[in-house]
């Protein structure tokens, strides 16, 4: 399917190549060869010889910005737009087949790397709409979706420190960076549980190397502590294995643009003599920021796929499922109820958590949409509001009771509620600076290369920019956009995908050789006015053009390989988060434990039950019949972990 699509979209591209060649086009060298022939009085058409061309003003006298002082302005030949019209034509100069196969050959299949981006999986029919959704927003407005992107990966960085300053949360980092890339609406409850699944497990490996160590003696492991490692550990591997693999092949794609570019930049200052070879560059620097946007969104994609991202949600959601099983549980424990009603009520004040039938994992903890790598307009913070709640020793802060789980539970939805950090505020103008430092960098190539001035090309390329930039000022001022503003971006998105591409297909073809184009009309009496007749070897000769080429090739050429690089060290230093090894055991952290689970177990289902005298037998309490009932009721609902 997505060969097929590759193959559509080439061939839409390169279709209007080969129609254009049937308008009828005037070629500027016999124009050329024509004009220096009346100004010599050799020929004459429809009444002009060489007084009347300056009488009628079809001949351009003016200054010309950017001629260097050491080349004669008598050397240059230049005719006014209308003059251009009348003597040349007022049809469009297209570009010569091999011209345009060239550019094809060079840009158009270099830009396949657009297909790995991260699309959706191509099953079901909604999919469609969200893989449309997502491509509106990477490629019609890439400031917010390498903000997204970005920010993102930050937050997954920030794990990364996290879980090496305390190697016990590496699992909890990774499910974490996992479900921020997904939309959580959810309410109080669902970040309580969130933070007791995240968090509870530590405790229980900070006494696990206290009995080891011998510094606890005689104590059990706490059964909701074992059940919610048990739980995380799993979780977290299925997740891994469920994670979007290949990134090193797909980075090195990226190569094959860079590639091209470099022979884009020696088309450009090689003494090739034709015109079209500025073309190569100035296409190259206008859409040199999707490099960067796959590159991080490669990169971001580690941690959770989006074409697995409908199983992962079901796993996530009946996790939080059975870890609020489990703390609900663990609250009764610590309440030490007095009888078998008082423990019931205290269930079902819970909302009937026990319910599994009545009450499913899916419709009690739902996540919501995938949203991850920049392809929905969404705020994703659930890291950092998590992160900023939580101490770094997470022993001291919850002190083993469950109350400062709920207490950090709730001081996460606060967090949420608030502002943007400011964090994510540099980055989202990190981004924008980066997708406007290469649009801008396209802009100055073609308004300093003759005619100077701000023409067709310049102004297509800054459109486009404009446009793109609606949807990034709708995202700074809100989290979440209403349906009216969905709409409104979903809108604005589509237009500026359709410039970007009308864009591309009519310098390809030709579309901008026209006299209008030539004489760049949009600030005089400032700039432009003329048009000429010079091609690249007479530019470097003759303008002050090399300077600006230079800068545009070196900064737009900069800018994609550093944040290449800053990227694939970001992913070296955060692999930890997510790397398995397929073979390894699902419950490997408790392995050492499993010999004793059974003492264990009933040394936790006695706890808080009335003691018996010695004539009983002195052995352990049999424990009530609802205590056991919950306890298998939580064991049972991991069997869905364990295939």
Known sequence: MRLQSQRICKFLVILPLYLVTEVKAYWFPRCEDKVLSILNGTYVENGINNVTIRALGYLYEGPIKGLKTSCPRSDILTLTMEGCKVLCGNTIKVAQPSDAMSLAATWVFPLAIIFNLPYESYHGGTKVFRTLRAVLNWLGSPQTALAATLWNFRQIRRCHRRSKVNPRLNDAMYVLSCLNQFDLSGNELFFKVLVYGLFRPTAFVHLLLQQQLGAATGGAYPIDMVLTEELLATVAYQLRMLRRRSVIPTLGSLGVFLVAFVFSVVLTFGDLGHDISILYMAIGLFVMWLPMLVTFSIVDRNPISSERSAYSRKLLSRWMYNVNAVRVWGMRQEMQPSNDQSSANGQNSQGNTTAAAVDPAISRFPIGSFVGQGRVVHYCGVVH????????????????????????????????????????????????????????????????????????????????????????????????????FKVVSFTLNSLAFTWLLATIIMQLSGVFNNCYCFSSPFAQPYFGGYMDFGDLVSYRRDFNVVGYWTAAAAVGGLIPVVTFVIAVFWWLKCSHLWNANESMAVDSPMSTLYRRRVETITQAMNDGQPEHNEGDGGGAAEPDRATRDEFFRVHANMDWLQG
Not at 390 to 412: L, M, P, S
Not at 414 to 419: F, N
Not at 439 to 466: E, K, N
């Open 385 to 484: 509001a998590v992160l900023e709640s939580t101490k770094v020793d997470t022993r001291k802060q919850f002190r083993n009771e469950a109350i400062w789980y709920d207490r950090c539970g709730t001081d996460v939805v606060r967090v949420l509620a608030g502002p943007k950090p400011g964090a994510w505020w540099a980055y989202a103008w990190t981004s924008f600076s980066l997708v406007w430092a290469e649009i801008m960098m396209a802009v100055m190539l073609a308004m300093m290369t003759p005619t100077v001035g701000p023409g067709c090309w310049s102004g297509s390329c800054f459109l486009y920019g404009a446009a793109s930039s609606m949807t990034f000022f709708f995202h700074l001022f809100c989290k979440e956009m209403d349906r009216f």
